[in-house]
């Protein structure tokens, strides 16, 4: 017969191991790199964005030609854009073309950006900055896109009938392209602010109460910003530019007091 199994006379106590509980707050883990390490991740982000902008640049050079035919009609450059010197229509040329090829390639630009970054950040801002990104770019090319079809051509309507009996309107071509650059960065730029003040307010950096008191600091502000921006002295414009910032101000407003949790 088989022994029978004997059985301790003292309770077994068995070890599980605890859970981890979810609502626990966690800690963050940071990768740590040398130096060299550091450097090396640099290069390769530098590498791939420069291939990345080289690639799009062959769809820039196609996109030049009409592109300045557009801003010419933009300009009311009835006569063709003003050039100072023989080789400044091909510089012209190319630097629109890298222009647009920079367009093209900013999603992998600020990728490679963000994924340089990442490293250093906390989960949370992870999240944050990760959920982010489609809209930092959606609303950078709404704004950049009001500049273009609405600021500009109004800014070129009071420029070319200014003293339009004494003045020849004849834009020079570089300071045209400067004119239009400057223009859609700011106010692409200028788009940015309910997502800020949505940020701020998500990471309890800012709350929407002190947005709220200083809305009158901000009127000023916003004038200021958009008397830089606008490319003309009369307020007629400037206040074409500045009414959206007013408008973009108040929605972060809304949009920080909104609980979302991210």
């Known amino acids: 017969m088989a022994r029978a199994l004997k059985m301790p006379k003292f309770p077994v106590k068995l070890k599980i191991p605890r859970l981890p509980n979810i609502d626990e707050p966690y800690e963050d883990v940071f990768e740590e790199m040398t130096l060299a390490e550091h450097l090396e991740e640099l290069r390769s982000r530098i590498v791939k964005s420069c291939v990345a902008v080289g690639v799009a640049f062959v769809g820039g050079v196609l996109l030049a030609g009409p592109m300045l035919k557009v801003v010419k009609d933009k300009a009311n450059a009835t006569q063709g854009i003003d050039i100072l010197s023989p080789t400044e229509p091909f510089t012209i040329f190319m630097k629109v073309a890298l222009y647009i090829a920079i367009c093209i390639a900013s999603p992998i630009l600020v990728w490679q950006l963000v994924a340089f970054l990442s490293p250093g950040l906390t989960r949370r801002e992870k999240r944050v900055v990760f959920i982010s990104l489609p809209f930092v770019s959606g609303l950078f090319v709404l704004?950049?896109?009001?500049?273009?079809?609405?600021?500009?051509?109004?800014?070129?309507?009071?420029?070319?009938?200014f003293q339009s009996g004494t003045f020849d309107w004849s834009p020079n071509g570089s300071e045209l392209?400067?004119?239009?650059?400057?223009?859609?960065?700011?106010?692409?730029?200028?788009?940015?602010?309910?997502?800020?003040?949505?940020?701020?307010?998500?990471?309890?950096?800012?709350?929407?109460?002190?947005?709220?008191?200083?809305?009158?600091?901000?009127?000023?502000?916003?004038?200021?910003?958009?008397?830089?921006?606008?490319?003309?002295?009369?307020p007629f414009n400037m206040m074409f530019v500045a009414a959206p910032m007013f408008i973009l101000y108040e929605l972060g407003i809304i949009l920080g007091r909104m609980k979302i949790k991210i």
């Not at 704004?143 to 009938?161: D, E, I, K, Y």
């Not at 239009?180 to 003040?197: D, K, Q, R, S």
């Not at 709350?207 to 600091?217: A, G, L, M």
């Open 177 to 234: 392209i400067g004119f239009y650059l400057t223009l859609m960065i700011g106010m692409g730029l200028a788009f940015e602010l309910p997502l800020v003040m949505f940020l701020l307010s998500q990471l309890h950096i800012v709350t929407p109460q002190r947005f709220s008191k200083f809305r009158k600091y901000a009127i000023i502000l916003i004038l200021v910003a958009a008397a830089i921006i606008t490319p003309t002295p009369d």
């Open 143 to 161: 704004g950049a896109s009001f500049a273009f079809f609405f600021a500009a051509p109004r800014a070129f309507t009071f420029l070319s009938n």
